[in-house]
């Protein structure tokens, strides 16, 4: 196998290329996961990288710098293999926006005022180690402040070399067309998953129609969709699973159902349910990116080989079928 093998996409119109499966680094920053482990984080960041994956998505929030700045140390050395994305508007430094939860003891709030991103933007290269980003995204859209004015300092970023791409997450139908009317998105980012797919009636056929990309987060829907949430696996009280309706035994129960579909389809690949889930993702019209998140090697290569795999058309439309059949009225 060569990286040739592994399905990559362009991020909008930019003209970047990247991986069709993405690692995600939210739960290597700790929070809300339930903590870290800083060497196995680095580990899994490089084994998905050697196991050819291109696209590493990151986030100041996740753990307040924490996560960027195992990225950081795990592809010193190897910038150029990787397309790096990272994101602005969950802020600490100053207390404009608005208010959005606690982290460490710290209020964080929604803001992108031109200034706080340009401040969040010098402190994520210097996290990263680098001195661009590939893909820049704002990360909760922020009421106060004009998208426009937003776009306008993520433009100046881009012409100073900083950034090289724009996108926006957890965006409403009207943000997402404001976003459009500056002409300067390349994707948005938001969760879409076999338990989750209300997008595809939503920023789907609006995304096909503009070029814009979408990078579906949560695809494994935060693991349950890995094929190893049994009825026995219990969740340490920090992390957001413990005590999660989608984690409820009901749920599992379907979602093994489901698993019932896909196994003889995986076998037939000689691949696992949880790479034959996330290649049904990037199967899926519009969905352009499918990030997901790994916490160790084995799963960071695992999933960097559904990059790999090619389903049929039937593939995907019996585990479309199955998922219509079993993932009915789950909790959420
Ligand atoms: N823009 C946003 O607001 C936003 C929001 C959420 C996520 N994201 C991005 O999207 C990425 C992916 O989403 P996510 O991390 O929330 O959820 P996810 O990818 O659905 O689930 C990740 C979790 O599933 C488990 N897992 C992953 N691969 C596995 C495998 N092969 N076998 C067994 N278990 C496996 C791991 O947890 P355990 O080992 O602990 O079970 C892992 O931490 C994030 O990391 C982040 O970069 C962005």
């Not at 990225?71 to 430094?93: E, P, T, Y």
């Not at 706080?116 to 661009?132: A, C, F, K, M, N």
């Not at 969760?191 to 979408?214: L, W």
Request: charged share 20%; aromatic share 6%.
């Amino acid at each position: 196998m060569t990286d040739k093998d592994i399905l990559t996409r362009p991020i909008g119109r930019s003209g970047i290329e990247a991986s069709a499966v993405g690692l995600g680094t939210w739960a290597i920053g700790g929070w809300m996961w339930g903590g870290t482990d800083e060497k196995q984080s680095i580990d899994a960041i490089r084994a998905s990288v050697e196991a050819g994956i291109s696209l590493i998505d990151t986030a100041p929030a996740y753990g307040m710098g924490l996560a960027e700045t195992i990225v950081g140390k795990a592809i010193a050395g190897q910038r150029d293999k990787v397309i790096l994305v990272s994101k602005c508007g969950l802020v600490w430094h100053v207390a404009e926006g608005t208010y959005f939860f606690h982290q460490d003891g710290k209020p964080v709030h929604r803001y992108l005022g031109p200034s706080s991103i340009r401040h969040e933007v010098e402190e994520s290269l210097r996290r990263l180690g680098t001195d661009y980003i590939d893909h820049y995204v704002t990360h909760w859209q922020d009421a106060t402040t004009p998208i426009a004015d937003t776009v306008g300092e993520l433009l100046r970023l881009k012409d100073e070399g900083k950034i090289r791409s724009i996108g926006a997450s957890n965006v409403s139908e009207a943000d997402l067309a404001a976003y459009l009317a500056t002409g300067a998105l390349d994707a948005i980012q938001e969760e879409y998953s076999m338990v989750k797919r209300d997008i595809e009636t939503s920023f789907v056929p609006t995304c096909i129609a503009n070029d814009v990309s979408i990078l579906s987060y949560s695809s494994l829907a935060l693991g349950l969709l890995s094929g190893k949430i049994g009825p026995d696996r219990v969740f340490a009280a920090d992390d957001q699973r413990h005590g999660n309706a989608r984690f409820s035994m009901g749920n599992r129960e379907k979602v093994a159902r489901l698993m019932e579909v896909i196994r003889p389809i995986a076998h037939h690949h000689n691949a696992s349910v949880a790479q034959v889930v996330i290649a049904w993702t990037v199967s899926q019209p519009g969905i352009t990116f499918s990030l997901c998140g790994a916490r160790d090697p084995g799963q960071a290569i695992e999933n960097a080989g559904a990059a790999r795999l090619h389903l049929t058309e039937q593939d995907v439309s019996t585990i479309t079928a199955g998922i219509r059949e079993h993932l009915v009225d789950l909790d959420r």
